[in-house]
């Protein structure tokens, strides 16, 4: 089925390790975006891209770095995990970023730091 | 500051009884509005969107909701509940989905 794939979908790090989400779509969209979630709270968007070798800052972007090399592709890095990073983290896609559209979503990583 | 509120943090009815999940926003200028569903382990999935026009959404699975303008709320309701409904809900506002606000959601039970 087309969609927004997501891996992995679980990991656990230690304190400092470094690791990349990888989020892949084949509908051709051209915006794609990362996505924490956290009890209590809605998402909340970390970076976003509007198309091939862009990147942009959402509202939390502090301690992720993301790329997007390849339009279907776009990988969320943490350099120094730490454990207020442990969250949900979704990826999801659209055609453009008109509320008109879209937002098609991943499964979710969830990701645990120790 | 733009903002969703979704009072209800967890809510219980009996399969076949009436819903209304409350949501409440703040923004500049009329926004679309947005119900998603979120089921365990998966990602969100768009229950219905109010873009412009009626204000009364019809979505999928029986779901519709009402953009309220003066009270700025954008509640959503269904008429008999069932088990499979069972969920977590999210509402959201927003022209752009690079400038989206979420609610911090809403988990329904539905018991038998």
């Known amino acids: 089925n087309a969609g927004v794939t997501q891996t992995p979908k679980f990991r656990v790090l230690k304190t400092g390790q470094s690791m990349t989400l990888l989020c892949a779509q084949d509908m051709n969209h051209e915006y794609m975006y990362w996505y924490r979630q956290d009890p209590g709270m809605g998402l909340r968007l970390i970076h976003y891209s509007v198309g091939e070798g862009t990147t942009a800052k959402g509202e939390v972007p502090d301690g992720y770095n993301v790329s997007r090399l390849k339009k279907q592709n776009f990988l969320l890095g943490l350099e120094s995990a730490a454990p207020s990073q442990t969250s949900v983290y979704f990826c999801?896609?659209?055609?453009?970023?008109?509320?008109?559209?879209?937002?098609?979503f991943g499964a979710g990583s969830r990701l645990t730091v120790l | 500051a733009q903002s969703v509120t979704q009072p209800d943090i967890h809510i219980t009815v009996s399969e076949g009884a009436s819903l209304e999940l409350r949501c409440n926003y703040s923004y500049g200028a009329t926004p679309y509005l947005f119900w998603s569903v979120q089921y365990p382990n998966q990602g969100l999935q768009l229950l219905l969107k109010y873009l412009s026009g009626s204000t009364l959404v019809k979505g999928i699975n029986g779901f519709e909701a009402e953009f309220n303008k003066s009270q700025t709320s954008f509640h959503l309701r269904k008429p008999s509940v069932h088990i499979s409904d069972t969920a977590e809900y999210f509402c959201a506002v927003g022209n752009n989905f690079n400038k989206f606000y979420f609610g911090s959601g809403t988990k329904l039970n539905v018991k038998p």
């Open positions: 999801a896609s659209s055609y453009d970023d008109s509320g008109a559209n879209v937002l098609t």
